[in-house]
């Protein structure tokens, strides 16, 4: 089974700073999706990146970019330009490609990402 | 163009109870996913719905039972309810069956057991 570590429960950046959150993954498997969600308090689950893992290029959307070390397992979300609205609960997801769609995601704990106007 | 929406918002019961959450796909697609979200942690997978038929199931009891209308919108039901089954209900869809389509999610049911 695949599992998804988020080692800081929490982080705090000034805001137009540079953050950047980890994400470290365990899996057998060569064919995936990765992906980081924000949840506001507001509670909805709002897709912010996401890289396929046959891609060896960096996805970026915007101030939100990865880096994405497949060798290492590892799947950071760095935020330039910090901005009041980026605070939230962050999570990193993981699914398979084997199962055509059929799988769930698999998250992380989240990291709770603190904005210091 | 709507997204996912669920119903309710905020439910109370009791243990022993039986509870059914209610999910409508964003406009096009037709898999529904659910999943269940304890207090500080992330969503856990419960189960998929794809074509009216569950596709992949998660480390979920028998409890844990769902079904999908031919308008691809969805219901989970949980029978016999514990205190442990407290937690935020999110519903996700996506479209067309492929591993490639993101999901997007709804705001959730906050499900509290007494």
Same mark, same amino acid.
């Given at each position: 089974? =695949?599992?998804?570590? =988020?080692?800081?429960? #929490?982080?705090?950046?000034?805001?137009?700073?540079?953050?950047?959150?980890? /994400?470290?993954? @365990?899996?057998? #498997?060569? @064919?995936?999706?990765?992906?980081?969600?924000?949840?506001?308090?507001?509670?909805?689950?709002?897709?912010?990146?996401?890289? #396929?893992?046959?891609?060896?290029?960096?996805?970026?959307?915007?101030?939100?970019?990865?880096?994405?070390?497949?060798?290492?397992?590892?799947?950071?979300?760095?935020?330039? @330009?910090? =901005?009041? +609205?980026?605070? !939230?609960?962050?999570? /990193? !997801?993981?699914?398979?490609? !084997?199962? +055509?769609? !059929? @799988? +769930?995601?698999?998250? +992380?704990?989240?990291?709770?990402?603190?904005?210091?106007? | 163009?709507? $997204?996912?929406?669920?119903?309710?918002?905020?439910?109370?019961?009791?243990? $022993?109870?039986?509870?059914?959450?209610?999910?409508?796909?964003?406009? &096009?697609?037709?898999?529904?996913?659910?999943?269940?979200?304890?207090? &500080?942690?992330?969503?856990?997978?419960?189960?998929?719905?794809?074509?009216?038929?569950?596709?992949?199931? $998660?480390?979920?009891?028998?409890?844990?039972?769902?079904?999908?209308?031919?308008?691809?919108?969805?219901?989970?039901?949980?029978?016999?309810?514990?205190? $442990?089954?407290?937690?935020?209900?999110?519903?996700?869809?996506?479209?067309?069956?492929?591993?490639?389509?993101?999901?997007?999610?709804?705001?959730?049911?906050?499900?509290?057991?007494?």
């Amino acid at each position: 089974a =695949q599992t998804v570590t =988020q080692s800081q429960p #929490e982080m705090s950046v000034q805001e137009a700073e540079t953050v950047t959150l980890s /994400c470290t993954y @365990d899996t057998s #498997e060569s @064919d995936y999706y990765l992906f980081w969600y924000k949840q506001p308090p507001s509670r909805q689950m709002i897709l912010v990146i996401r890289q #396929e893992a046959y891609k060896q290029q960096n996805a970026t959307e915007n101030r939100f970019s990865v880096n994405f070390q497949k060798a290492a397992k590892s799947f950071s979300l760095k935020i330039s @330009d910090s =901005q009041l +609205g980026d605070a !939230a609960m962050y999570f /990193c !997801a993981y699914r398979s490609a !084997a199962g +055509g769609g !059929a @799988d +769930g995601l698999t998250f +992380g704990k989240g990291t709770h990402l603190i904005i210091q106007p | 163009d709507a $997204g996912v929406t669920q119903s309710p918002t905020h439910l109370i019961k009791t243990r $022993g109870q039986q509870v059914t959450l209610r999910c409508s796909p964003k406009s &096009g697609h037709d898999t529904v996913s659910w999943y269940q979200q304890a207090l &500080g942690q992330g969503p856990q997978f419960i189960f998929q719905y794809y074509e009216e038929e569950e596709r992949q199931r $998660g480390n979920f009891p028998d409890r844990f039972s769902g079904h999908q209308f031919p308008n691809y919108s969805s219901e989970l039901n949980v029978n016999a309810l514990l205190l $442990g089954d407290s937690a935020l209900y999110l519903c996700a869809s996506s479209g067309r069956a492929s591993s490639n389509q993101p999901q997007h999610f709804g705001d959730g049911t906050r499900l509290s057991i007494l």
